[in-house]
């Protein structure tokens, strides 16, 4: 079982980077896949998710209308496109698979509670200049 993120780097404010998240080795269409973010000295944060199955997706408040989440069912990997970013969105970016058991759990648990998350990758750092 894999998630393998790729796609992070250096870019100016008002920039834009695309995330890729990589996954094998388990039913893709059986989960959901996130994007989590931590900042140095910060908690983990839900940023984005897309129940693979159906694409319904859920955004944090921070990112919307500049990130968008995406899937590709076929090549089972699922693309953040940040764009509009900003230097508070400086971290490291990881993705992570949630086993999808109706709205209510991904609703509820899908941006918010990590440690619900079954399968994680490593991360991917991006930084945003000022």
């Known amino acids: 079982i894999q998630l393998v993120e790729s796609g992070g780097g250096l870019v100016q404010a008002g920039g834009s980077l695309r995330l890729s998240c990589a996954a094998s080795g388990f039913a893709f269409e059986d989960y959901a896949i996130g994007w989590f973010r931590q900042a140095p000295g910060k908690e983990r944060e839900g940023v984005s998710c897309?129940?693979?199955?159906?694409?319904?997706?859920l955004y944090a408040d921070s990112v919307k209308g500049r990130f968008t989440i995406s899937s590709d069912n076929v090549k089972h990997t699922v693309y953040l496109q940040m764009n509009s970013l900003k230097p508070e969105g400086t971290a490291v970016y990881f993705c992570?698979?949630?086993?999808?058991?109706?709205?209510?759990?991904?609703?509820?648990?899908?941006?918010?509670?990590?440690?619900?998350?079954?399968?994680w990758g490593q991360g991917t750092q991006v930084t945003v200049s000022s």
């Open positions: 992570a698979a949630l086993y999808y058991t109706g709205p209510s759990r991904y609703i509820e648990y899908g941006l918010t509670h990590p440690e619900e998350y079954e399968y």
């Open positions: 897309i129940y693979t199955s159906d694409g319904s997706t």
